[in-house]
């Protein structure tokens, strides 16, 4: 694999780097490698009417979490609580209260054991597929997974999904018990040893190789240029569900929490960020309507108290394709599945103010029987320029419009991410999902790994990454768990 130096930087509210590289092998196709292959055949020996065309792999480029502005210079702040947090006063606008309807939405049913039975022939291939992504990107000296194919650099949000990924390989019997064990005590020891930015929290991106903070000032004596708080919370959510499955952990888990100054995430009933520009210091808000709320999750069960019981006054509603939805009419307000799927499968369902799920996957519905082709809309890497996108349900006025992280519109944007339809297929049962799950099937076939997803003109997201891997690993997990949601809640937890 020959890499290219070449910096792609991206003014997110600031400036970020990236370095972009040729796939690795998740990129290779099964029908190329022949006797070969280290992926198996499709056991379910789905049929493709026609073969993709396989084109020379696109230059791949890491893309770190965005933060979104506005933003405060550190030194107009005052000092960041400790404990309790004040919360400002605000006018809540007159919403009227989204009536959830009866669906097809699949109730948990508790089991003391996994139901193994109730995979699919082929979903077993798909978790075939997603292990290859893992045993081919895991690093053996610190425990880390690559965040993208091949790229030896990751985040918080991604660490929180390969640690998704390794547990649910062994709920789903792939993965042997000791092998668990080795992948995440080494993840472990090396998190419990990361520099920390300002001795405070984790940098926004480390080198999966070394450990180090990499990225723009990771060799500063600040040890790397800010956190994201949305990315902690992810972790903080994985690093609890590791010592339900796996309590022999809990002890090296608290003893990683404990060094982390978490009051430093959250301010104002809500969570922020720091980001370090080299000449200022900027502390902000993170977060939108959505991400917000599956984020606060991971701070809420750590004892911190955040609470979102009322649509702020930066939430507004809207009727879209006969469904009432929330939007959030800040700046850059992505829009997508993911944290209503991952808060689902996690937590299970909430009837809580923000969570659309069931209105959203009613809307892809629609769209499916207006257009005639599946939809699915997520944030996803990509295997050209701009490398990422958010592709938005909704977003400032205008429907289904993909967008890079600075909110510039995407010319022929992914319209069908794998992860989003797989993850879907599971938890709802009817005609779409269905369909979806056949679609994610037919699309991975000819690939080793499981590729992102589907293009508006049909061409196939080929920016293999830990996410999609990790998101249908879990469905799989919560599916031979009756549907029943990973996170197990105790008293203590709201």
Do not use: C
Not at 17 to 23: A, H
Not at 398 to 426: E, R
């Amino acid at each position: 694999m020959q890499a290219q130096a070449v910096h792609h930087f991206l003014f997110i509210g600031f400036l970020i780097g990236g370095i972009t590289l040729q796939p690795a092998r998740a990129s290779e196709t099964n029908s190329t490698q022949g006797a070969e292959s280290k992926t198996t055949s499709l056991s379910s020996q789905r049929a493709i009417v026609q073969p993709y065309e396989q084109e020379t792999p696109a230059p791949v480029t890491y893309q770190r979490r965005a933060i979104t502005p506005a933003s405060i210079p550190i030194d107009t702040l005052p000092d960041i609580p400790t404990s309790d947090n004040t919360q400002d006063t605000v006018v809540i606008n007159p919403i009227t209260p989204i009536e959830i309807t009866e669906h097809s939405l699949l109730p948990p049913m508790v089991l003391t054991e996994n139901n193994l039975d109730l995979l699919t022939p082929s979903d077993l291939e798909l978790a075939q597929k997603a292990y290859n992504y893992i045993k081919w990107n895991w690093q053996e000296n610190t425990g880390f997974v690559n965040s993208v194919d091949g790229y030896p650099h990751t985040t918080m949000w991604d660490l929180a999904s390969a640690l998704a990924a390794v547990l649910a390989l062994e709920q789903l019997s792939l993965m042997p018990t000791d092998l668990v064990t080795q992948h995440i005590k080494k993840m472990l020891n090396t998190l419990q040893n990361i520099p920390l930015y300002k001795q405070q929290l984790p940098n926004r991106q480390y080198n999966t190789q070394t450990g180090q903070p990499s990225g723009r000032m990771s060799s500063s004596k600040l040890q790397g240029n800010g956190w994201s708080a949305l990315d902690i919370g992810r972790l903080l959510i994985w690093l609890d569900i590791t010592t339900q499955y796996r309590p022999e952990f809990t002890l090296q888990v608290e003893a990683i929490k404990s060094q982390w100054s978490l009051n430093h995430a959250v301010h104002n009933n809500s969570l922020f960020g720091e980001k370090n520009t080299g000449e200022k210091q900027f502390y902000r808000q993170e977060g939108r309507l959505g991400y917000l709320q599956y984020a606060q999750k991971g701070y809420q069960i750590q004892g911190i108290p955040l609470n979102d019981n009322k649509p702020s006054n930066n939430i507004k509603q809207i009727s879209l394709e006969n469904q009432q939805l929330y939007i959030d009419d800040r700046n850059l307000p992505f829009f997508t599945l993911d944290p209503y799927v991952l808060y689902q499968i996690e937590f299970g369902f909430t009837d809580e103010w923000w969570n659309q799920l069931l209105p959203l996957y009613e809307l892809h519905e629609e769209q499916y029987k207006k257009k005639n082709q599946l939809w699915f809309f997520a944030e996803d890497a990509m295997n050209r320029a701009p490398w990422f996108s958010y592709n938005n349900i909704f977003y400032q006025n205008k429907t289904w419009h993909s967008t890079t992280p600075t909110g510039k519109k995407v010319k022929n944007p992914q319209t069908f991410s794998n992860k989003m339809a797989f993850s879907l297929s599971v938890i709802f049962q009817d005609e779409l999902s269905d369909k979806a799950n056949k679609e994610v099937v037919r699309i991975s076939q000819p690939y080793k790994s499981i590729p992102t997803g589907k293009y508006s003109d049909g061409t196939i997201n080929t920016a293999f990454n830990v996410n999609t891997q990790s998101l249908i690993l879990t469905s799989l997990w919560y599916k031979v768990r009756n549907n029943t949601p990973l996170y197990t809640y105790n008293q203590t937890t709201n």
